[in-house]
């Protein structure tokens, strides 16, 4: 009499399915809301490129993004879609949009070369807002005009120094908007700096450009798409109960700081201004 012996596994099964294990890290129910979220990303920059690549690889259904420039040679040390040949070829948006489809096939981007400002409204049909914008005029553009929703949509702003990344995880009017922490002299400075670097082009040649390598995006990168997903596998809920997915609660209101020097992460909350400079922000406070 022959032995027989048992049936092997077959781990090839799972092998073949791109999403098995983001399906096990996330359950079957999460990647599914995933799969059919819509996000808008605002900046196609380093910080862009990091987060469509994450959230691409994660399934998200589709990533509007939006930014007005041309991919430059200097933006090739950090940016994992753009090309040489793209230097002055080719818009930021339309080089991720026709890259990250060749590793992310469940996402479609929907590319918008342009400024949050002189973008279509229609890009702001979505779930949640991704901020890698590098200038604080379009932040406190963009936090304005997310006022003109009800409800505003979540915000999640990502911003770095040479050796530290700062992600703020914002939901008005629950929590403090974009601009609650930002002083009125500085409103006035940011508004009043962007007249005078669109007047006078000397100022445009002479900004600082900003040192910045890719393990510093990637870091601030990863805690936004981070605290992307777990505001989108929670965001119904909490809109219907109030409460976060368990386990699954995001940072809301709050800032998540890495210093990469001393190692050191810290997280606090961010205070709702009440005399906030954005006047919608004081407004929908009172009528939350
Ligand atoms: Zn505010």
Same mark, same amino acid.
Do not use: Q, Y
């Given at each position: 009499m022959t032995k027989e012996s048992p049936t092997p596994i077959e781990l090839s099964f799972f092998e073949r399915d791109q999403h098995d294990r983001t399906r096990r890290w996330l359950g079957a129910n999460n990647l599914e809301t995933i799969q059919q979220s819509t996000v808008l990303m605002v900046g196609a920059g380093a910080v862009g490129n990091e987060v469509c690549k994450n959230l691409g690889l994660l399934g998200v259904g589709k990533i509007i993004l939006v930014d007005p420039d041309k991919v430059a040679a200097?933006? *090739?040390?950090? =940016?994992? &879609? &753009?090309?040489?040949? +793209?230097?002055?070829?080719?818009f930021k948006v339309e080089a991720v949009a026709e890259r990250l489809p060749e590793l992310a096939t469940n996402t479609v981007v929907e590319p918008h070369a342009a400024t949050i400002q002189q973008?279509? +409204?229609?890009? #702001? +049909?979505?779930q949640l807002v991704l901020v890698g914008v590098d200038n604080h005029y379009a932040r406190y553009l963009l936090n304005a005009k997310n &006022? %003109? &929703?009800?409800?505003p949509h979540p915000l999640i702003n990502g911003a770095m120094g040479k050796d530290f990344v700062s992600v703020e995880v914002l939901a008005p009017p629950h929590t403090a908007c *974009?601009? =609650?922490? #930002? %002083?009125k002299d500085f409103v006035d400075h940011v508004v009043a700096n962007e007249v005078r670097t669109r007047c006078d082009p000397f100022f445009v040649d002479t900004v600082p450009r900003f040192p910045m390598i890719s393990f510093v995006t990637s870091v601030v990168g990863a805690v936004m798409a981070w605290e992307a997903v777990r505001v989108l596998v929670g965001l119904k809920q909490w809109r219907e109960t109030g409460q976060w997915q368990d386990g699954l609660?995001?940072? *809301?209101g709050r800032f998540i700081k890495y210093d990469l020097n001393r190692h050191q992460a810290a997280s606090g909350q961010i205070m709702v201004n009440?005399? =906030? %400079?954005e006047t919608f922000c004081r407004d929908k406070r009172k009528h939350k």
């Open positions: 200097s933006n *090739l040390n950090r =940016c994992i &879609f &753009f090309r040489p040949g +793209d230097h002055e070829a080719k973008a279509p +409204d229609s890009v #702001w +049909d979505t &006022f %003109s &929703f009800n409800p *974009l601009v =609650c922490s #930002w %002083s609660e995001p940072a *809301l009440p005399r =906030c %400079s």
